[in-house]
């Protein structure tokens, strides 16, 4: 049996498992009619009917190599990747949106802990639910040097994890400050903030990596105390997106403006960008990202109250003048101590990842879910030793 035919019993055989055999109702032969009459099928029929197309449209793609169509606007993606730790291994989970079940694993090559260096990592997504990558950054012997590396999964439509390809690239040992990946999957964008010594301050950079030819464009944001953050990738696969952090001497944050920059063809065209100034700042947000086409940022604002509590919430906020529109999530807890709290609201206080529509959100307000049009729901994140869940869909 060839790998196409495999799995396309996998398909049927899932499809199968989906249709509710209560709700279909057995077919008669229609009774004579009068001519203009249209014939009813049953709802349950036409589902069928309409998961076999799914399938032979499936096939097609596999025989003929297309990639699969981007998820339909406003559709929950069929699958997210979260990576998490088990001891000094590092995993990436694939695992299904519904449940957070797993479908498929995959050992990331990297030292997720050691005693001289610490270890993060992020994922990011394409649109089209397939293309995933994950970056592991990895710093601690000098300060302010950080050894990037990259790597590339894809993910078939039963959910398991393809290998891992490493993706040639040198961060120049910048810190990296966000990833994303282009809708096709084939370009990432990474967020860079270069330290110099100290007392000369800073830079950020957002660099364009071609993931088939390893061909590299790297656009300068702004020197110390401005930085890039998330990148989000417009539709056209041709503009980039991002929030512009400012940071004071004593380690404040604040978001003063989005940019936009459009990439060109190729590294010797001219370069294009826009900036939308914020009258006011946005403070007290620790995480954001770009949502939908870019006119809104969802936030995470953490914070220790009296004791040992701490109160999570996400935020969804205007992208053109950085005002609050709604708050969608806000969870408090009581933790052993209030060096538990703070531990909590460093690590476990975050926006993660948003569908291509800006409808369907992953995030973590101390416990690791989704967001549906302002429903949360929790789902499994990481291993029960990690606190933090990186994860993207």
């Not at 656009?219 to 056209?236: C, E, I, K, R, T």
């Amino acid at each position: 049996m060839t790998a196409v035919e495999q799995r396309l019993r996998e398909e049927l055989r899932r499809v199968a498992d989906q249709v509710d055999q209560a709700a279909l109702r057995p077919l008669h032969a229609p009774a004579r009619r009068r001519a203009g009459r249209r014939w009813l099928i049953p709802a349950g029929a036409v589902t069928a009917l309409g998961a076999v197309a799914a399938v032979i449209l499936l096939l097609t793609s596999l025989t003929t190599g297309a990639k699969p169509a981007p998820p339909s606007s406003g559709s929950v993606p069929r699958y997210y990747v979260s990576a998490s730790d088990t001891g000094p291994q590092l995993y990436a989970y694939v695992r299904a949106s519904a449940d957070g079940r797993v479908t498929g694993r995959v050992l990331v090559p990297v030292a997720a802990f050691n005693s001289r260096t610490l270890t993060t990592w992020w994922v990011a997504a394409a649109a089209d639910d397939r293309h995933f990558v994950i970056t592991t950054s990895t710093g601690g012997d000098l300060p302010g040097v950080q050894e990037v590396a990259v790597f590339r999964l894809a993910v078939s439509a039963s959910g398991q994890a393809g290998r891992l390809t490493k993706v040639r690239f040198d961060n120049r040992g910048d810190t990296m400050t966000g990833l994303a990946l282009s809708p096709d999957g084939g370009s990432l964008a990474v967020s860079l903030n270069r330290e110099f010594p100290p007392g000369r301050g800073s830079s950020s950079s957002v660099d364009v990596i071609d993931l088939a030819t390893g061909a590299l464009q790297s656009f300068s944001v702004g020197a110390n105390p401005y930085s890039a953050g998330v990148p989000l990738w417009g539709s056209d696969g041709r503009t980039l997106m991002f929030p512009v952090w400012y940071t004071t001497t004593s380690g404040a944050r604040s978001i003063t403006s989005v940019e936009t920059i459009h990439v060109p063809a190729s590294a010797e065209a001219g370069q294009s960008f826009q900036e939308t100034l914020f009258s006011t700042p946005v403070r007290g947000i620790s995480t954001a990202i770009l949502i939908g086409d870019g006119t809104h940022l969802v936030g995470s604002s953490c914070a220790t109250g009296q004791g040992n509590t701490a109160t999570a919430s996400i935020l969804e906020l205007s992208a053109t003048d950085g005002r609050m529109v709604r708050v969608l999530r806000t969870q408090s807890a009581r933790f052993p101590s209030r060096d538990a709290a703070q531990q909590a609201v460093a690590m476990t206080c975050s926006v993660l990842s948003a569908d291509p529509s800006g409808r369907h959100l992953l995030t973590q307000a101390f416990t690791f879910g989704r967001i549906d049009d302002g429903a949360f729901r929790a789902l499994p994140g990481a291993s029960a030793d990690d606190l933090y869940a990186a994860a993207a869909w």
